[in-house]
């Protein structure tokens, strides 16, 4: 089945400290892949997307994620954490071959970042 | 309009009754979705629309749920004799096309007593 893991509940950060949200996908054929953020009380923000060529995206807020196709992974990156970055993030797949819709996003279960200062 | 646009913003209903939700996405985007996210849980997909394709409906948890769109514009969701398991934040996102990035309404908080 088609399927998006973010293995991590939560992450913890102080500030300062590079963070990693970790995200590993399940797809056939070789899938878009994008990472989403919420903030408290706001609608849910698209921070950056893969779908071919250099494996490092860059995206808003000095946010980057790494594609590693052997591993599956597509994990969200930042050097140096601030405390504006807490927010609940979600990796999302678009499987290129996904039954009959060519637009469907698959979500994870999000993973709450936490940056203390 | 400048954002996608989701009514109402919340939604107080008694178990049994029938509820209907609305989305506006964004004009010249052909890609709709509706998506549900129960509290401290990630998104549910429901329902995708692209232009005049059929939908795909796999999400749907039962017939009490439905959705139609008018073209490439506004979607309704329709979901009958709600249920107090109904009780989400229903989110409607639109995109310019497949594969392009979504554009998220504020959805629309639905509480069934």
């Known amino acids: 089945a088609q399927s998006v893991a973010q293995p991590e509940d939560q992450v913890n950060v102080a500030e300062g400290n590079p963070l990693t949200v970790k995200c590993t996908y399940s797809?056939?054929?070789?899938?878009?892949l994008f990472w989403y953020v919420q903030y408290p009380n706001r609608g849910l923000q698209f921070l950056l997307k893969?779908?071919?060529?250099?494996?490092l995206v860059k995206g808003s807020y000095g946010f980057e994620a790494e594609f590693n196709k052997s591993q599956t992974s597509f994990h969200l990156k930042k050097p140096s954490a601030l405390v504006s970055d807490s927010a609940l993030y979600f990796c999302a797949v678009r499987p290129l071959n996904y039954g009959g819709s060519q637009g469907n996003l698959i979500f994870g279960k999000g993973t709450k970042l936490s940056v203390k200062p | 309009g400048a954002g996608v646009s989701q009514s109402p913003s919340n939604k107080v209903t008694e178990k049994g009754k029938d509820v209907e939700l609305r989305c506006d996405p964004i004009s010249g985007h052909t890609a709709l979705y509706w998506y549900r996210q129960r509290l401290g849980q990630g998104l549910e997909f429901l329902i995708y629309f692209q232009g005049n394709s059929a939908p795909d409906k796999s999400g749907l948890p039962s017939d009490r749920f439905s959705a139609e769109r008018t073209g490439e514009s506004v979607s309704t969701l329709t979901i009958q004799r709600t249920q107090q398991e109904d009780s989400a934040v229903y989110l409607c996102?639109?995109?310019?096309?497949?594969?392009?990035?979504?554009?998220f309404g504020s959805g629309t908080q639905l509480s069934v007593l």
């Open positions: 996102a639109s995109s310019f096309r497949p594969g392009e990035k979504l554009f």
């Open positions: 893969y779908i071919t060529g250099d494996n």
């Open positions: 797809v056939s054929g070789n899938p878009y």
